[in-house]
Structure formats: structure tokens, C-alpha cells
T-cell receptor, first 113, second 111 residues
């Protein structure tokens, strides 16, 4: 597929558990973004990678959230000790560079029970 | 003040109407601007980029006013299929690639 791929599409987890969300960007795109979106709100910025490095992680809400992109392609968003307030749709997007437009995956709907 | 502000609506218009949305931003150093469209329970999709000179794509016209720090989206001859949330998006400044989203404006086109 040519688009951004996110897995899983849905994840239900118990409070306190650890989760990993995966994003496979469009081939050749150097920039990768993570956002989360709650109902009725616009996407909230979490972190942005340029290549392998996190160019801006100012949106990560606390140290339970961490993201990596070790080879400059696939990225994983990791959430430790999940809380009910972490429930949201987590969106990944990639871009051929900045300041260019970004293309989104279909998101991972995370539900913490 | 939020970096990007939009009237959430909803805007309810009849088919065939012309409707316009504005979006204001606070950072005068913002470099690039976009309008995205998001359907219910779907991911945002790029509708159009916004250029300083203004640009048009069929029934859609986008404009940028740097002096007043706002961008606009005009939709002519509204279709039922235009019903969606329209998100205003911009790059924060020249030294960051961060894309910042507005809350979105909901449009409902009625028959």
C-alpha cells in the first residue's frame, strides 16, 4: 500500500498496562508526526521526527509517553502505565519534508478500561 | 490564546449555498498553511494548501491574510457530500516542522 499504515486499528487495554502503537509511513517520507484526537477536538500534537531523531517532542503530555523511530522509517509510540484519560484516537502522519503537507494513517483507537 | 482558532460551528446550510470559514493564528512567523477535511471517525485528509496569492480548486477557494493573521476557506455551490469537519492547519514557524491544528469547523449541508 502507498499510504500511511497504523496498527492496531483498535486497542483495548486495562488501566496500568503498557501499550505500543505502530506507524509505517509513506516510503521516502522523512518527517513523521504523532497526534492524538479526542471527540470534538482537533488533532493534538505529540511528537515530530525528522529522520531518526525527535525534532520536537513538546507535545508529549508526561514521561509515560515515549516514541522512537530507530531507522528513520517505522515509528512506535509507547505508553506506560496507561490511564483512562489516555483513551483517544492516536494518529500518525508522514510528510516528504517540511514545511510540506502531511498524510495521515487511519489511526489507532485506544480505549483504557 | 490558542495558536490556531476556529469557530467550531456547526454551520448548517442548504445545498447550493456558499459558505465561508475563517481561521486565525497567533504566530506571525508561521510559514505554511493548509485546509484539511475530516469525515466522522476518519482520518484528516488534505483539502488544499493555502498560498499567499490565494488559490482555487473547483468550488473551493482559500486565501491567506498575513497582516491580519487569518486564512479563509470559501465553498461555493455546497453539496451534501461537503458535510464534514474542516481543519485549519499551519506550520508553527520556520525552525520547526510541527503542524498545528485548529479545533475544526463542522459543516452540515442539508437537502
Amino acid at each position: 500500500g502507498a499510504g500511511v499504515s497504523q496498527t492496531p486499528s483498535n486497542k483495548v487495554t486495562e488501566k496500568g498496562k503498557y501499550v505500543e502503537l505502530r506507524c509505517d509511513p509513506i516510503s521516502g517520507h522523512t518527517a513523521l508526526y504523532w497526534y492524538r484526537q479526542s471527540l470534538g477536538q482537533g488533532p493534538e500534537f505529540l511528537i515530530y521526527f525528522q529522520g531518526t531523531g525527535a525534532a520536537d517532542d513538546s507535545g508529549l503530555p508526561n514521561d509515560r509517553f515515549f516514541a522512537v523511530r530507530p531507522e528513520g522509517s517505522v515509528s512506535t509510540l509507547k505508553i506506560q502505565r496507561t490511564e483512562r484519560g489516555d483513551s483517544a484516537v492516536y494518529l500518525c502522519a508522514s510528510s516528504p519534508g517540511t514545511p510540506r503537507e502531511a498524510f495521515f494513517g487511519q489511526g489507532t483507537r485506544l480505549t483504557v478500561v | 490564546r490558542k495558536e490556531v482558532e476556529q469557530d467550531p460551528g456547526p454551520f448548517n446550510v442548504p445545498e447550493g449555498a456558499t459558505v465561508a470559514f475563517n481561521c486565525t493564528y497567533s504566530n506571525s512567523a508561521s510559514q505554511s498553511f493548509f485546509w484539511y477535511r475530516q469525515d466522522c471517525r476518519k482520518e484528516p485528509k488534505l483539502l488544499m494548501s493555502v498560498y499567499s496569492s490565494g488559490n482555487e480548486d473547483g468550488r473551493f477557494t482559500a486565501q491567506l491574510n498575513r497582516a491580519s493573521q487569518y486564512i479563509s476557506l470559501l465553498i461555493r455551490d455546497s453539496k451534501l457530500s461537503d458535510s464534514a469537519t474542516y481543519l485549519c492547519v499551519l506550520h508553527g514557524s520556520s525552525n520547526t516542522g510541527k503542524l498545528i491544528f485548529g479545533q475544526g469547523t463542522t459543516l452540515q449541508v442539508k437537502p
